[in-house]
T-cell receptor, first 110, second 115 residues
Framework: SQQGEEDPQALSIQEGENATMNCSYK?????LQWYRQNSGRGLVHLIL?????REKHSGRLRVTLDTSKKSSSLLITASRAADTASYFC??????????FGKGNQVVVIP | DAEITQSPRHKITETGRQVTLACHQTWNHNNMFWYRQDLGHGLRLIHY???????NKGEVSDGYSVSRSNTEDLPLTLESAASSQTSVYFC??????????????FGEGSRLTVL
């Protein structure tokens, strides 16, 4: 399967805390992407990390990639209520097709 | 601003009826995709297209068809709707060639209920 698998699948935290979620996969990759989905909306691309990168930052987001363990993590620092959403990792396979994990549901309590 | 729009956003239909979900993008992207999203399954690829007149089956294509007559549109047709096709459908697009990193741009989704 080309899918990534997120862990934990559900996470509830207090505003201001950090949220960490993980994605494991089985195949070799060129890049791994993270997307956010707010309730009732489409997915929005957050960040892409290439296979030759180990860490990447974007605002309050930090993504790491360990290709030896076939895993990635997404850290959201200083979480806000607006970060309440589902987060998906996605792997590219074939010709520009993306396979998505089942998602992490994150609830940030004000 | 360029965008990708889906219509209708919500539809209720009956088993056996033909349904078409529209997807229109103004990004001028060659690549377009249809996914369905169901609890416990995440997003699964239905059909995709890399350009005009090109269509390909994804992992859950049975009961669905697409056509690509121009760059902007990729309508998804359910030939004979079944209750198992009740789902939220997402259209997405991406550029091809050197600009392509695999990042997808998603529409807001179409919620389909088949009774």
């Amino acid at each position: 399967s080309q899918q990534g698998e997120e862990d934990p699948q559900a996470l509830s935290i207090q505003e201001g805390e950090n949220a960490t979620m993980n994605c494991s996969y089985k195949t070799s990759i060129n890049n791994l992407q993270w997307y956010r989905q707010n309730s009732g909306r489409g997915l929005v691309h957050l960040i892409l990390i290439r296979s030759n990168e180990r860490e990447k930052h974007s605002g309050r987001l930090r993504v790491t990639l360990d290709t030896s363990k076939k895993s990635s993590s997404l850290l959201i620092t200083a979480s806000r209520a607006a970060d309440t959403a589902s987060y998906f990792c996605a792997l590219i396979y074939g010709n520009n097709r993306l396979a998505f994990g089942k998602g992490n549901q994150v609830v940030v309590i004000p | 601003d360029a965008e990708i729009t889906q219509s209708p956003r919500h539809k209720i239909t009956e088993t056996g009826r033909q349904v078409t979900l529209a997807c229109h993008q103004t990004w001028n992207h060659n690549n377009m995709f249809w996914y369905r999203q169901d609890l416990g399954h995440g997003l699964r690829l239905i059909h995709y297209s890399y350009g005009v007149q090109d269509t390909n089956k994804g992992e859950v294509s049975d009961g669905y068809s697409v056509s690509r007559s121009n760059t902007e549109d990729l309508p998804l047709t359910l030939e004979s709707a079944a209750s198992s096709q009740t789902s939220v459908y997402f259209c997405a697009s991406s550029p091809s060639g050197g600009q392509n990193t695999g990042e997808l741009f998603f529409g807001e989704g179409s919620r389909l209920t088949v009774l």
